[in-house]
């Protein structure tokens, strides 16, 4: 839920599909990639793996498993933006692979990754895959660091690609993650889901997090006025900013707890863990809607842990 759109977009809650959804979002997230690496660029480092506002991060929470079980698996991480969990998963020993549907938040992860671990060259457009380096498409191929240990952190691949279409052969990753890469976003969760499943090997984990549906009943305010239920949570209707045209420039989409366990069912997961974080003392950082005074009340992020069997 954002406002970076300017005076002319207009928020409303509407009806609005796959294709729009999609559309709508690669626009918003190249317009606005620059302006949100600026505001929270510092808060998500450059290669630490944030699950969320709270700061619930990788490093101790352990959702994708011990670190030590990362050096060698090969993990997609959809929704990437600037990559930085893709390079703590490098940096583990990992050979990540950071899918994204905005080219400009994928340059970014190009520009971020220009130290020690650079990549280079452009990211993969979707289907072609992995320019960066590597070709996922036969399986994941982030090149180099085959088996190795935590040390210098290996490159990871870029590929410009929407999460309802991965780019991907069957069986090709270990494991999957996203922090609110791409589930928000989508019209058809499932369909995503489903080619999570499928690029997974048996026995994968797939690990997401979302805006804690609850949150969908209250205004997205970070302060007092962000405490009193405003809407039905059980209003599925999306939430959109129009044009002065009435085209959709930015699309969220509402799930209820329970829809979000049915989707992951449906898709053929089994659902381990649904993680709620509490905002922890330290944080005191807002991000929006996210607060510290809101954090401690009431839920901001949902973490569903899910494995292929
Ligand atoms: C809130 S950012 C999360 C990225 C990163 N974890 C972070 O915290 O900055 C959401 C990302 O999801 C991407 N995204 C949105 N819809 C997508 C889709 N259908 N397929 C792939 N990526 C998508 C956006 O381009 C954006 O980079």
């Known amino acids: 839920m954002n406002q970076e759109d300017g005076p002319e977009a207009t928020a409303t809650r509407r009806a609005t599909g796959e294709a729009e959804s999609s559309r709508a979002n690669r626009g918003w997230w190249d317009r ?146 996203s922090a609110y890469g791409a589930i928000p976003f989508v019209a058809d969760p499932v369909r995503v889901m489903r080619e999570v499943r499928r690029v997974l090997r048996a026995g994968g984990r797939w690990v997401f997090s979302v805006t804690h549906p609850l949150r969908w009943a209250f205004p997205d305010e970070p302060g007092p006025e962000g405490l009193s239920v405003a809407a039905s949570y059980f209003d599925r209707t999306p939430y959109v900013e129009e044009d002065e045209r009435g085209n959709a420039v930015y699309v969220e989409h509402h799930r209820t707890a329970g829809d979000r366990v049915r989707d992951v069912v449906a898709a053929g997961f089994r659902l381990v863990d649904l993680v709620e974080p509490e905002w922890p003392d330290w944080n005191t950082q807002e991000w929006g809607g996210w607060s510290p005074l809101r954090g401690r009340l009431i839920p901001g992020t949902a973490i569903f842990v899910c494995t292929r069997d």
């Not at 994708?64 to 959809?78: F, H, K, N, T, Y």
């Open 32 to 177: 606005n990639a620059d302006e949100y690496q600026d505001e929270h660029g510092a808060f998500l480092g450059d290669d630490r793996f944030v699950w969320g506002p709270e700061g619930l991060d990788e490093a101790e929470a352990a959702l994708l498993g011990p670190a030590a079980g990362l050096r060698g698996r090969d993990v997609l991480e959809i929704g990437a933006g600037a990559a930085q969990c893709s390079r703590w998963l490098a940096a583990q020993g990992a050979r990540p692979v950071a899918l994204d549907l905005s080219h400009r938040q994928l340059r970014h992860a190009l520009r971020s990754a220009s130290g020690a671990n650079g990549a280079g060259g452009e990211p993969g457009a979707g289907g072609t895959a992995g320019g960066a380096s590597g070709s996922p498409g036969t399986g994941p191929a982030a090149g180099g660091t085959s088996g190795a240990g935590p040390g210098p952190a290996g490159p990871v691949a870029l590929v410009q690609a929407d999460a309802g279409a991965l780019p991907f052969a069957d069986g090709s990753f270990d494991l999957a993650c």
